[in-house]
């Protein structure tokens, strides 16, 4: 079972580039997540898809931008990469639920440096 | 700004000893998650608690939700090596659609 797949899994940028993080998900869910996780905090929020054709902002959505392309996929883009960006990146799956409230199925992540 | 703080940040403890981390919120939450992270590795969800007043166990993990729902605690009896890792509380805000938060984990370390 693939469950949740992040790609690429490293990835080194330059100032100034831009990227797509590309994440796929084979569990039929309806509910997609992009956080970012930073050495000494938890996950935060980037942007959710709470089902096929609608993305919301999550916590800290500037300088990102998502695309829900069908039900299995959700993209994440970086228009113009900045140091700040230099982060682990995880995409995440659930079933639908009312509040957001069913446990997310977590991709193994993307480290990513912005140089 | 709303936040769900957790403590401590780091443990370390010797196997066989108990542990707990807390999760505390300033405002209401609606449900409550744990998840587990190993260290390389990508969170797993171990439990969702819903209602105030809630605890649930899995062998030898104990969780609580507190009677106000502002709060939450993980305690594990006997730790054992493969325990390892940061444990995270998520909760979802009661008054808001998109409110996902995390608290910053704590890291559990166990000398054998």
């Known amino acids: ?115 | 700004g709303q936040q769900v703080m957790q403590i401590p940040q780091y443990q370390h403890v010797q196997e066989g000893e108990d542990f707990t981390t807390y999760c505390n919120s300033s405002t209401t939450l609606s449900n409550i998650q744990w998840y587990k992270q190993r260290p390389g590795g990508h969170p797993v969800f171990l439990i969702q608690l819903v209602k105030s007043g809630e605890v649930k166990k899995q062998k030898r993990l104990t969780f609580q939700f507190g009677e106000a729902k502002k709060n939450s605690s993980l305690h594990i009896t006997a730790t054992q090596t493969t325990d390892v890792g940061t444990y995270f509380c998520a909760g979802k805000v009661y008054s808001s659609a998109s409110k996902i938060i995390f608290g910053s984990g704590t890291r559990l370390s166990i000398r054998p």
């Not at chain 1, 580039?17 to 996780?37: K, P």
């Open chain 1, 1 to 115: 079972n693939a469950g949740v797949t992040q790609t690429p899994k490293f990835q080194v940028l330059k100032t100034g580039q831009s990227m797509t993080l590309q994440c796929a998900q084979d569990m039929n869910h309806n509910s997609m997540y992009w956080y970012r996780q930073d050495p000494g905090m938890g996950l935060r929020l980037i942007y959710y898809s709470a089902s096929e054709g609608t993305t919301d902002k999550g916590e800290v959505p500037n300088g990102y931008n998502v695309s829900r392309l069908n039900k299995r996929e959700f993209s994440l883009r970086l228009e113009s990469a900045a140091p700040s960006q230099t982060s682990v990146y995880f995409c995440a799956s659930s079933e639908f639920g009312r509040d957001l409230n069913q446990p997310q199925h977590f991709g193994d992540g993307t480290r990513l440096s912005i140089l």
